[in-house]
């Protein structure tokens, strides 16, 4: 299997256009138009039933001490967890492509509650469920895709995983609530191909104009 984006290369910056998060005038971050990137899949195997399609930060600082806080800068030594940017599962066979902005447009404060997506599929929480959920103006269950907004004080360039695969069943039985756990765990013994793509973004004023 291939997956390409009109969006951005693989291994290339991807614009702030479908970001969470932009750097402002005034701001280190302030909120950006967090549009899905275009993504497109080709070659799945004959006997495929849906595809799952995912995309998962793998530089999240594992402690969360320093981030985001003036003065400070989190290590790029520190080590990495991951962070859920999307799930979406129930994939038509036929639907081999989504446009820029078809499942995701602008931030929404509590959460997409009936995200956009092609006709059966469904989608899971994304990690900023978690990360808003001390937060009363923004608290709630984030839904579908949300973008990049990495710690703006991280030295570290993020690594955004998009991930499409094909299965054997036409469904995973997953619905409501559902974590990236739960879909690894449904997954599994269903798996026939995948293809990857790697975008980068950071809001690290020392990485903005830096080469990749």
């Not at 995200?115 to 923004?138: H, K, R």
């Not at 998009?162 to 469904?171: G, N, R, S």
Request: net charge negative; aromatic share 10%; glycine share 10%.
């Amino acid at each position: 299997m291939q997956i390409k984006s009109e969006s951005f290369q693989d291994g290339a910056r991807i614009p702030a256009e479908f970001a969470f998060g932009k750097p402002g005038p005034d701001s280190p971050c302030i909120f950006s138009t967090n549009r899905n990137p275009h993504l497109a899949w080709s070659d799945a195997p004959a006997a495929t039933r849906s595809f799952v399609l995912m995309c998962i930060d793998s530089d999240v600082p594992s402690k969360p001490d320093d981030v985001n806080q003036a003065g400070r800068t989190v290590p790029a030594s520190l080590p990495r967890a991951e962070f859920v940017h999307w799930l979406m599962l129930d994939i038509s066979p036929e639907v081999r492509e989504l446009g820029a902005g078809s499942c995701a447009e602008g931030v929404i404060p509590r959460g997409q509650r009936e995200p956009f997506g092609p006709e059966d599929s469904v989608q899971g929480l994304n990690d900023f469920t978690g990360w808003f959920a001390g937060d009363a103006d923004m608290a709630g269950d984030y839904f579908g895709y949300d973008g990049p907004c990495p710690p703006w004080n991280d030295e570290l360039m993020h690594h955004y995983h998009f991930q499409v695969f094909a299965l054997d069943v036409a469904t995973l039985g997953l619905s409501g609530r559902f974590t990236l756990a739960d879909v690894r765990n449904a997954m599994q013994g269903h798996v026939l191909a995948e293809a990857g793509l790697t975008g980068l973004y950071t809001l690290y004023p020392p990485l903005l104009n830096s080469a990749d």
